[in-house]
């Protein structure tokens, strides 16, 4: 069955710095991967999508890559500040399974420290 | 649009009592997505809905959970009787396609006494 894994449960950066967080899936081919943030009590918020063919998306101060053979995608926030402070999903359809819905991974904490 | 909405945004309830958990999903999307996240299993897709149609239930733990979609603007998703173990935060997403962007409501928390 498909698995999907993000790097760790909780990571803690300085302020400023770039914050790198990991997402790696196995036992299918995504068709495309999303990320979320999550702040405590709210829902998920969509930041991200980027398809398996291209290699890397920008938006802002965020940068998302897709490695489809390392079945890896890596999330970057650059200049992280206290506000970026949150929990981050990846998100992953189906692929070739039939399904048509989307699988989350559990999430890692990100606490950038002022 | 005001995004999704789901009531109530707290529930406390004991054991064995029905509970309802209510959402109305962003105008014009097709696509309704129940789900529960727990710190153990994170974010669970439960069931979801296309056009008002189940779709996909396989995610729904067991008999004691039930979800409607009686027209495009409104979904339930029942627990009857409802056990401790059920205890979590429940989350609405409504989007245009099943795979695309989902827009999540801010949940309903719920704990089973």
């Known amino acids: 069955s498909q698995k999907i894994e993000q790097n760790s449960e909780a990571l803690n950066i300085q302020e400023g710095k770039t914050a790198t967080l990991t997402c790696n899936y196995t036992n299918y081919s995504p068709a495309y991967l999303q990320w979320y943030r999550q702040d405590p009590g709210r829902g998920p918020v969509f930041l991200l999508l980027i398809r398996e063919n291209e290699k890397e998306k920008r938006k802002e101060r965020l940068k998302v890559t897709f490695d489809t053979t390392l079945k890896q995608s890596l999330f970057h926030i650059t200049a992280s500040q206290p506000a970026d402070s949150a929990t981050y999903l990846c998100?992953?359809?189906?692929?070739?399974?039939?399904?048509?819905?989307?699988?989350f991974g559990t999430g890692t904490r990100l606490t950038v420290i002022p | 649009d005001a995004g999704v909405i789901q009531s109530p945004r707290h529930e406390v309830t004991e054991m064995g009592q029905e509970v309802t958990l209510r959402c109305k999903p962003i105008s014009g999307h097709d696509y309704l997505f129940w789900y529960r996240q727990t710190m153990m299993r994170g974010l669970e897709l439960l069931i979801y809905?296309?056009?008002?149609?189940?779709?996909?239930d396989s995610g729904m733990p067991e008999d004691r959970f039930s979800a409607k979609m009686p027209n495009a603007s409104f979904s339930t998703l029942k627990i009857q009787p409802s056990e401790p173990r059920d205890s979590a935060v429940y989350f609405c997403a409504s989007s245009l396609s099943p795979q695309e962007t989902q827009y999540f409501g801010p949940g309903t928390r719920l704990l089973v006494l």
């Open positions: 998100a992953l359809d189906a692929g070739g399974t039939g399904a048509n819905n989307l699988f």
């Open positions: 809905f296309n056009n008002n149609v189940p779709i996909d």
